[in-house]
């Protein structure tokens, strides 16, 4: 009597043909394999042959897989959102998975504000908490410190910077006296956050009060490696050391450095700085070497007026771009977006439509630049070239609103953002590729105001 044979269910049924293995079901385990050949007529084989054969498919279909990727590491914003809590606004702390949503409160009990600058190492965060101390904070909230506090600044305003060893804080406070009896101050401090040293004050310098001082007339700006800090004096550029040694006079003749609300801007690779200079709003923008050197005029044009006083450098030091307004135009309705090439000296129209911009940033890989135009409650985001092609909206389903603190991830593929919504009176923190997909929301209705994201390295 013959055996009855043992059918194989028809969802692996073989077929070698002109589609050969493509018509392969997939295997999803060896046992099932073994089951593909568990059949009456297969039994006799050797248990080696059968395991050689299995080993051989197993071969063939991984080397017809594609490759594992691999892990990407998860994109880090850390924001402030304003919420209520009981019956009191508290502005906590938070770091949020781009990707997953995912979010952790870093300072469930303190009031944060900004700036907020991540460590180089990616591990820390530097901020302002309680409107007039510093703090640190590990990535997943541990080792909250408080590295400064002091009391008795009015309308108090920082500038913090890492050292490169992600151990020390260069930071810059700054306390308004001019609109007080008593003078207001420029000061400077070294913070070990390791503990071992603590905070050291650098230097101190009045200015206003009555009868009015003038050891120093603008803020601190901490140049890109933390090693110096330039700033305005007797009406002259100055710079120092880190450590408060080395004072030196940049320019030679006093002038208007920072009227009209202009900045010293030290570019990326920490060898020039840029400066408005002459009556505004009928003000050249003008570099200076880091050593003093070859002070130079890049505009050289009596007619121009720049009401919005930004300087933007470009991550490779080459180029400055700046918002330039048409003669008469105080509104700021007429500006235009323009590249100056610091090596050529020549000046280029990037967006060639007036309007209102604002918001603007590079790409960190100098490729790209992202800005925000319209008026106040009605703005588009949108991103250029920095060869004036490709411009492109994007979020154009979100209505149109306030867009404020635009911030590229590190890689220069994602751009932050918060948005204001007219309705409901709430800001949130969204997130978007560079090519305008994948637009996210990241807050939630807890958060009332979001505010200042910053990408961790």
Not at 117 to 123: D, F, L, R, Y
Not at 219 to 235: L, M
């Amino acid at each position: 009597m013959p055996v009855p044979q043992k059918l194989v269910p028809q969802d692996f049924q073989l077929s070698v043909g002109s589609r050969g293995w493509a018509s392969w079901p997939p295997l999803k385990s060896l046992w099932q394999i073994l089951q593909l050949f568990s059949f009456h007529k297969l039994w006799p084989i050797s248990a080696i042959g059968l395991f050689s054969l299995t080993l051989l498919i197993s071969l063939f279909l991984s080397l017809h897989s594609p490759p594992p990727t691999a892990a990407q590491k998860p994109r880090i914003l850390a924001f402030t959102a304003l919420q209520m809590r009981g019956s009191e606004n508290r502005s906590p702390l938070f770091a949020v998975n781009a990707t997953s949503w995912a979010r952790r409160e870093l300072t469930p009990n303190i009031d944060v504000i900004a700036p907020l600058v991540w460590s180089p190492n990616g591990q820390r965060l530097a901020f302002v908490g309680g409107y007039s101390d510093i703090y640190t904070v590990n990535a997943d909230g541990s080792r909250l410190t408080k590295q400064f506090a002091e009391a008795g600044c009015k309308a108090a305003n920082f500038e913090i910077a890492w050292f490169s060893n992600s151990q020390k804080l260069l930071f810059a406070r700054s306390c308004n006296g001019f609109t007080s009896d008593a003078p207001g101050s420029e000061s400077l401090y070294i913070s070990d956050t390791s503990g071992i040293q603590g905070t050291k004050l650098v230097r101190n310098l009045e200015v206003g009060g009555y009868p009015p001082k003038t050891e120093i007339s603008s803020e601190f700006y901490i140049s890109p490696n933390d090693q110096q800090v330039a700033f305005v004096k007797d009406k002259n550029i100055y710079k120092m050391n880190a450590d408060g040694s080395g004072m030196t006079k940049l320019t030679k003749s006093p002038g208007e450095y920072i009227s009209g609300g202009s900045e010293l801007v030290w570019s990326p690779d920490g060898t020039k700085i840029a400066f408005l200079f002459g009556a505004y709003p009928k003000q050249q923008i003008y570099t200076i070497n880091a050593d003093g050197t070859h002070i130079k005029n890049l505009t050289n044009n009596p007619q121009n007026e720049v009401y919005n006083v930004k300087l933007f450098w470009s991550p490779d030091s080459s180029r400055i771009a700046y918002y330039y307004n048409k003669p008469g135009d105080s509104s700021g309705e007429q500006q235009d977006i323009y590249l100056l090439d610091i090596n050529r000296g020549t000046a280029k129209n990037l967006t060639q439509k007036p309007r209102n911009y604002d918001e603007f940033s590079w790409s960190p890989d100098g490729n790209f630049i992202a800005f925000v135009t319209g008026e106040f409650n009605n703005q588009k985001l949108y991103t250029i070239k920095a060869d004036g092609n490709q411009l492109n909206q994007l979020a154009p389903r979100l209505k149109p609103s306030g867009i404020s603190e635009l911030a590229w991830s590190t890689d220069s593929q994602q751009i932050a953002f918060i948005f204001n919504e007219i309705q409901g009176d709430q800001s949130n923190l969204y997130v978007i590729n560079r090519d305008g997909s994948a637009l996210t929301k990241l807050t939630n209705d807890k958060d009332l105001n979001a505010s200042n994201p910053v990408w961790q390295p």
